[in-house]
């Protein structure tokens, strides 16, 4: 197994990404949690370069930094008005959820790293040509995966459109079924 | 194919006519022309025609198990065929007077005809499957038909409650079909059991149980569909409720045929339950517990239909008794061996099912003539209707003698050879004599509260003014009676001269074995002796309520001193039978069928309840649940594998 | 640094990801949350091309496929989200149980 | 097997005509029936007829393969995809997307046909996401109901993240086994210690829950009530039949081609699902007043049936398992699409899906009443019809498995299951109805209602042709793994990709 011997890059980066996407999961200010997802994303990326997987770096930094980040800033901004930040962000159960997440992920950990991992041995190829193998794998043996990814995105979009856009005609009388429904209101 | 396949077949396109005209609603009265003709057909074919055998498979699951519906005319299921056949369609006759006005009449006469069918496959079958499919939707039909007025929740209730406990025994069942199918790796009886001879053998290894046990389990838990099905202790509670259906219903599935079928099941299996002596004792201490105990509780009903359902589950106890009481072998049969108990439970059956079908009958039509009454089926709001209703009223009392076993009518001879089979087991099995003790105070019992039923309807004065006002069945209800009473009055002895029971039943030619004097004089003297005994205790006091000083005075002293008899069994007799059968009917009612019926009732709903809790509606509980159930996989398999090393593939596959 | 600690920051990540995502009370930083458990993931199939099969498309394709997941969850997601704000008017996950038992 | 690309024409004709319907749409008159549905439903038919004329097929290296499992499977989904869009017809008129509506659902048939005929974990993956992708958005497509995007919501929340909980298990394995592709991992297996080896049973843990959210097999079906009775009722009918089909497609695949050789293994797992569905489903199901949560418990419960056939594979070499298992789903799917839409139908007359609704239905409409006796018959396996044949199949399945136990377990919740389904009877036949209108059902919908419930007697009546489709079925899976395994074994996997050469996978033994 070939080991990467740089190690202070590696502590840096994971000790970013482990810092940040905590800071996500506990700040009260859910704009500061999207905020801090960018150093988290950029973590990965990082490790990703140690890895040498230079052309998802590149793919992390403008999918994730780029497009989904920017999308969630968007919806975080346009509610936070909606969550009021003076009570507390989680809900009943974080104490024991977090015991209980800090264990498993000992046990996984542990079992990972007991693992006798069985390794190849081939060699790892420059960034040029990973690339082009890359891409003619996805026009190649790969190009059902492709296309049906492409046909989950579609499926995705035509979906959030469905449900996103809001209704412009004066919603008509209430179908039976709705009337039959108990309006609750939440507390 | 031979023809034979039609006897079962032949009633369902009877019921499938039926129910095109009840969904039409259009010419539903012409609906039991078919359903009757189309029964009699099927026991056209079983008496004329070949016995013989045909089958078709309908299913093959995995390489050796056949679905077949299979039609197997042996002695056995001609005998089944001809009692299933009469007792239907002059029940459905009696239907076209008695259900003229109901709404739901081809309907009606739908389900008596699939049921005919059903009942018709299950006596055929020649594999367990058919059985226990037939097993089944003769239960569905039976709910179907006590829920017939599903308007009075009475109804409603007693169709649940039916379904409900009869299930109980149907796990077993089915469990025993499922334990002896996989054990012989086919349905056939045949089959199964070569099986379980080479089991007692020890040439054959079991599934999940030992040999040893196997050999009483399976058989035992079969029994468990038959003690469901043919209301026998502690699963009896269901058929008095049943009698919330159409009465013919009452005398065609709850009398003579449905709750016959687990007699009938045990009698086509006893190969499988003569291995072991404990299996046969189970058989004999339930049918005697059932057949006293309900017996007692019929002397305390006043509802008419009560006391012939308590009854019924008092005469299928007499059933058990014989098949228990493992007597001589007479001839080795198809699946086994003939035992004298066994031809003897099956000639009661069919003398009861004429008898007891009959007695329903009458009842039917005295509910008929009083059904505007608010309780038509109080006998204390009735009397007198002897010479209202003359014809139901003689061909009654030709029934109460019959059920009470009085020579020389039919339950004479079959009662008589139940106790015969089992003085002659009482050498083998010492619980047989006391079985055969409990079976002639039984007798006294059953004559008894017969007689007082017959007279507490037909003789003396009317109570009521519906009683008054009765007025005779037309034809059509009158001739089925007609002709049952005339059965029952010989088709017993005719049976029995000539041995013409048991010789068509094994096939083969003896004689008329001659009657035990000791046993049958002594069966006579206590059945006159509680026919007496009613006698006195109700002709009698119905008469007190008018003066009986024209009597001679000689008589009149006589009957005071049997008045103070009367009043010493008040007091002290008939107050512990009141009381006993009181009790017993509490017990009944609140100990056995809570915990039979209740108890896994509650439990099952309190865990619903309690898991229902966990259902919060968080969504973020739900997703917890989701890893920590892939967190407790881990550990389980961490667990297994940790601690149990190499010996995974010894503790988790069971063979 | 060997493969053992890219698994274990992996490991990391994903429970700080599960943790975001059973507690957090809004429904938009759910989904951040679960885009963290996908780029655990994620990284964990990098881990695996660098260190044991290099020459291995397969790991690649899936990084790519989870990137793609990732972008179509974000979409519907806050599509749902906007569609729960209008009818209930909170995204609090914990006050949106008209449905249970 | 040829390496024909004409068997990959149902999925791209599936896919066009999801296109289609949705470009359709535009230029068709709002508000005004459109009939969609039935086009739908005739595309479906003529690309069920084409899926059952194409050849055999494997593809790219066994990306995928088209087998007799496959289309077996197909069939299953692409008639439930006919019913539910026949049924649908009579909500297009309240519908403001149902162009997007069909095309959706056409999309997730797609990717329950791609995990029917996956190879592998990639196309799996892919196909159990496509199809949550397009049910998310499904369930809460009554977008004015409060309770409809409650349920998109929460199956979002859990679908995600179970998603998310797969990937890594999938992640895992590939560390572990070397791939992804169910032959090559089989072949791993065998040669790892499969017992003692926790990290890969750590990634099937992680794997199974995406897979058991699909099957909403206990203890991953906390979703499915809430979601089953927050969305529309044709969604919930495609949600409780479809897709949990794909889900048992995919979970037999895993493990009866991915990892053959630790069936032993899997025992126990499989065993924990089932006794935990099945005691979960029927007891909870006892304490419902609402038929669509009813039914989502009685599915549970269902599946938990369905695992204990699982659970018998080992000693039957899972061929009567797969079979069984196949007929059930076929037979469940009629059952259980006619249940929901027959309850569609009340709703949209009473506006209730409560079980009281139900009150006195034989006077208000007979036709209903007696379709929802046959579907609560077959449900609660009552001979002759469908759901006794198939419980029964799926009993003796487990049964000569070595599963005592549990067939004995099955038989005992089978009874308390029956005092449900006789509840519902009990409204319908003999409680008297609240009101005395009688109920009118769109056309679409009695028609879609008439398709299930005449297959549901069928079935029943004459199994002998749908037990030979799965046994049909079985064969596929069988003959796949069996013959993979014995190829790979002979020569080892060296394929070349392009110009570059790929090193031979390298198997160690430990």
Known sequence: MNSIDSHLPFLIMSALTLGSALVVVRVRNIVHAGFWLLPCFLGVAGLYALLQAHFFVVVQVLIYVGAILVLMLFALMLTQDVMNPNKPQTNRMS??????????????????????????????????????????????????????????????????????????EPAPLPLPTLAALPDSKPE | MPIIWLIPVAPLIGALIAGALALTRKAEKIAPLFTIATTLYSGYIALFLHRGYASSTWLTIGSSYRIALDVNLDALTFTMVCVVTLVSALVQLYSIGYMANENGYARYFAYVSIFTASMLGLVSADNLFQLYVCWELVGICSYLLIGFWWFKPSAANAAKKAFVVTRFGDVGFLLGVLLLSSAAGSFQFTAIAHTMHAISMGELLTPLVSARTFLWLAPLLLFCGAVGKSAQFPLHIWLPDAMEGPTPVSALIHAATMVAAGVYMVTRLFTLFAFVPVVTETVLVIGMITAFLSASIAIVQNDIKKVL???????????????????????????????????????????????????????????????????????????????????????????????????????FWSKDAIFGALREA?????????????????????????????????????????????????????????????????????????????????????????????????????????????????????????????????????????????????????????????????????????????????????????????????????????????????????????????????????? | MNLSDFLVVSSLLFMIGAYGAFTRKNAIAVILSIELMLNAANLNFLSFWRFLHPSSMEPQIFVLVGITLAAAEAAVGLAVILNIYRDFGTINVDEISLLKG | MPNDYSSLHPIILLTVLALFIIMLDIFLPKKKPAFLGWLVAIGGLIILLIDWHSPDAKLWYGLVNFTSYSRAFDTIFLLTLITVSIASVAEEGAMSFRGEYYGLLIFSTVGLMLIASSGGLLMLYLGIELTSMCLFTLVGFAKREKRSAEAALKMFVIGAIASAVMLYGISILYGVLGSTQFDRMSLAVAHLDAAQSMALWLGVAFTLAGIGFKITAAPFHMWAPDVYEGAPTTITAYLSTASKTGGVAALLQFILLGMHSALLEWTPIIMLLAVLSMI????????????????????????????????????????????????????????NVGGFLIAQAIADVTGSTEVSALKGLHRRSAPLAFGMLIVLFSLGGIPPLAGFVGKLYLFAAGWSGGQHLLVLLGAIVSVVSLYYYLMVALQVYIKDPEEESRITVHSSLSAAISICVVATILIGAYPRPWVELGQYAASGLQRDSTMHIARLKSDVCVRSFGSVPIAPLKITEK
């Open chain 1, 95 to 168: 104490l024991p959820i977090g015991v209980f997440c800090i264990v498993f992920a000992a046990g996984v950990a542990a079992i990972l790293t007991g693992h006798q991992w069985v390794n190849s041995n081939a060699v790892i190829l420059p960034a040029n040509v990973q690339t082009r193998q890359l891409g003619q794998a996805l026009i190649g043996e790969y190009a059902l995966p492709f296309e049906i990814a492409s046909v989950l995105l579609l499926a995705a979009l035509v979906g959030a459109i469905v449900l996103a856009k809001s209704e412009k």
């Open chain 2, 309 to 411: 359902a308590y009854s019924t589950i008092s005469q299928l106890g007499y059933m058990m008794l014989g098949l228990g009481a493992m007597g001589t072998v007479i001839a080795p049969s198809v699946s086994g061996v003939y035992t004298t108990g066994q031809t003897a439970a099956m000639f009661h059956l069919t003398t009861h099912a004429m008898f007891k079908a009959l007695l329903f009958l009458t009842a039917g039509s005295v509910i008929h003539a009083l059904h505007h009454s608010s309780d038509p089926n109080d006998m204390r709001g009735m009397g007198g209707l002897m010479k209202r209703m003359p014809i139901t009223a003689w061909t009654c009392l030709a029934g109460v003698l019959a059920l009470a076993g009085l020579f020389p009518f039919s339950g």
């Open chain 2, 426 to 655: 009482s050498a083998k099995e010492p619980v047989a004599m006391l079985a055969l003790v409990v079976a002639i105070i039984v007798a006294g019992m059953t004559a008894f509260y017969s007689l007082r039923l017959w007279l507490m309807t037909f003789w003396g004065e009317p109570r009521s003014e519906h009683a008054e006002h009765a007025h005779e069945s037309p034809w059509v209800m009158t001739l089925p009676l007609v002709i049952l009473g005339f059965l029952s009055v010989f088709l017993g002895g005719y049976l029995y001269f000539g041995n013409r029971f048991a010789n068509s039943l094994t096939g083969l030619n003896m004689p008329t074995e001659p009657l035990n004097p000791a046993l049958a004089g002594i069966s006579t003297l206590v059945a006159l002796f509680g026919l007496w005994l009613a006698w006195k205790l109700y002709a009698v006091r119905n008469l007190e309520k008018d003066p009986v000083t024209n009597l001679p005075s000689s008589i009149y002293a006589f009957l005071v001193n049997l008045w103070y008899m009367d009043a010493f069994w008040n007091r002290f007799g008939a107050a512990w039978v009141v009381a006993l059968g009181g009790m017993v009917a509490w017990f009944d009612r609140n100990v056995v069928d809570r915990i039979v019926s209740g108890l896994p009732a509650w439990v099952c709903q309190q865990g619903g309840l309690a898991i229902r809790k966990t259902e919060s509606g968080q969504t973020q509980t739900y997703a917890v649940t989701v890893l920590a159930a892939v967190a407790f996989i881990i550990v389980t398999l961490l667990w297994l594998t940790r601690y149990l090393p190499g010996s995974m593939h010894i503790t988790m596959i069971t063979h």
């Open chain 4, 280 to 335: 979960v489903g029927n007891l909870v199901a006892l304490v419902q007043t609402n038929l669509k949560r009813l039914l989502a418990y009685s599915g549970i419960a269902q599946m938990g049936y369905i695992m204990v056939a699982i659970a018998g594979m080992q000693a039957t070499n899972g061929s009567m398992s797969v079979a069984s298992a196949y007929v059930y789903l076929l037979l469940y799917s009629f059952t």
